[in-house]
């Protein structure tokens, strides 16, 4: 079925969005976590009710919401899609400089301000598909902020879209902007009544045409070892020293397998991320992952194994093993709810694409909103290499991702 061809927004959004510094702080307890990824958020309920998004609004956790109003007799399920606005704390995001490479013709791109970044072809596969399209980069001074405000800038034009042109047939369409995913708190604080989706897609993947309906199941495992103190004078025989069991505890685990610098594919993998403590008492944290929930279990079993091994050569030390889960597979949910991925295929093919499932070795949004109540896979928004210098999108592809999210909301009402 035809549409009315999309004047497109989408590059001027995102070029624009792109140059507001937005990182958040894993080391900060503010809500969010930095103040400034709200001023990125109050521009865009600007723009949202510059389109005629009324009820366009940011609320006191820094998210943001916004409703489309259905303009059909159909009974439709209301949509969400989702996008974050905070950049990654990994690779600075101030005065981001983007560069737009017209008619990428295949060479190299060396970065303008340090010719030390490169994006080579044989690095970043996906370029061969980029030939004569249009690169967006940084400078090489910073990161880009494709992840996520290329999300971002889709939502905001397809939003655009669908305002200007009634005669598209849709439901409720709901937006949602939120802070905070790069460190793990993008939907702490949704408001899950307010938002009122039966059904959602975060904008967050790389690949044009891709669709990723499995993410990791994850824990966080913390081994807490109580040592025994003496002076170290007069420790011989008595001293039990926790840093040196906690460094005992690392180095027995799997060196050749179970490890991210090992696995790929969908092997899981056991990871510490964090050492600490004292003689007395030593703290590691680690992340387990793993597509299923027995496979972590397994994993946890063998750090628990490991640490109680190594515990006999401390006989007056203790250990103790707490596990918190982080997030679930959100195929768990989304297998209940077949229709939310197959629309999703359709609407990719619909804009000339070859739809690709696949299972994505990290989490999103969408894997914690699954569980809220949200079945919510995770579409791709052409972002790539995130978190570094190096990051890149081509504008052809944004384009096919406001195309994909117009062919969805068009795909529900025709099939409700």
């Given amino acids: 079925m035809s549409h009315p061809a999309i004047s497109h927004t989408v590059t001027e959004r995102f070029l624009r969005y792109v140059k507001i510094d937005t990182q958040s702080d894993p080391d900060s307890t503010s809500v969010p976590t930095t103040e400034k990824q709200k001023n990125l958020s109050r521009l865009l309920v600007e723009e949202m009710k510059a389109i005629g998004i009324s009820d366009a609004h940011l609320d006191e956790f820094g998210v943001v919401y ?29 005065n981001v400089n983007p560069v737009v490479h017209k008619n990428y013709d295949g060479k190299d791109l060396v970065l303008l301000k340090d010719s030390s970044v490169v994006i080579r072809m044989s690095d970043f596969s996906d370029l061969k598909n980029q030939i004569g399209n249009d690169i967006i980069t940084a400078d090489g001074t910073t ?55 039966q059904f959602g897609y975060t904008m967050d993947g790389e690949t044009a045409g891709t669709l990723e309906d499995e993410t990791w199941s994850a824990d966080l495992a913390v081994v807490t070892i109580h040592g025994l103190s003496a002076h170290p004078g007069m420790a011989k025989g008595k001293m039990e020293n926790a840093i040196k069991i906690a460094a005992a505890v690392v180095d ?25 403590g004292t003689l007395e008492k030593a703290e590691i944290k680690i992340i387990v992952r793993d597509f299923t929930v027995s496979g972590l279990h397994e994993k946890e079993k063998l750090l628990k194994d490991t640490c109680e091994r190594i515990l006999k050569e401390y006989p007056r030390s203790v250990f103790k093993l ?94 409700s």
Wanted: charged share 25%; proline share 5%; hydrophobic share 35%.
């Fill in 66 to 94: 916004g409703t489309i109003a259905s303009n059909t007799n159909k009974n439709v399920p209301t949509l969400c899609f989702c996008s974050h606005v905070d950049t990654s704390p990994d690779c600075s995001g101030a």
């Fill in 252 to 276: 027995a685990l799997p060196k050749d397998r179970l490890s991210p610098e090992t696995t790929d594919g969908r092997d899981g993998f056991v990871h510490p991320t964090n050492i600490s």
């Fill in 143 to 197: 990161l880009l902020g494709a992840d996520n405000k290329a999300g971002v800038a889709e939502i905001m034009d397809a939003a655009n879209h669908l305002m200007r042109h009634p005669e598209i047939k849709h439901g409720v369409i709901k937006i949602l902007f939120t802070p905070d995913e790069e460190v793990g708190h993008g939907v702490d604080h949704v408001d899950m009544k307010k938002l009122g989706a």
């Fill in 322 to 415: 707490e596990v918190i889960e982080q997030y679930r597979n959100m195929k768990e949910m989304l297998d209940q709810h077949p229709q939310v991925v197959d629309y999703a295929l359709e609407a990719i093919r619909r804009t000339g694409l070859s739809p690709s499932r696949r299972s994505v070795r990290g989490g999103t949004d969408g894997s914690r909103l699954s569980f809220m109540g949200m079945p919510c896979p995770n579409l791709y928004a052409g972002e790539h290499a995130f978190h570094s210098k190096q990051e890149w999108v081509s504008v052809q592809d944004m384009q096919k991702a406001v195309e994909t999210i117009v062919h969805l909301c068009m795909i529900w009402e025709e099939k």
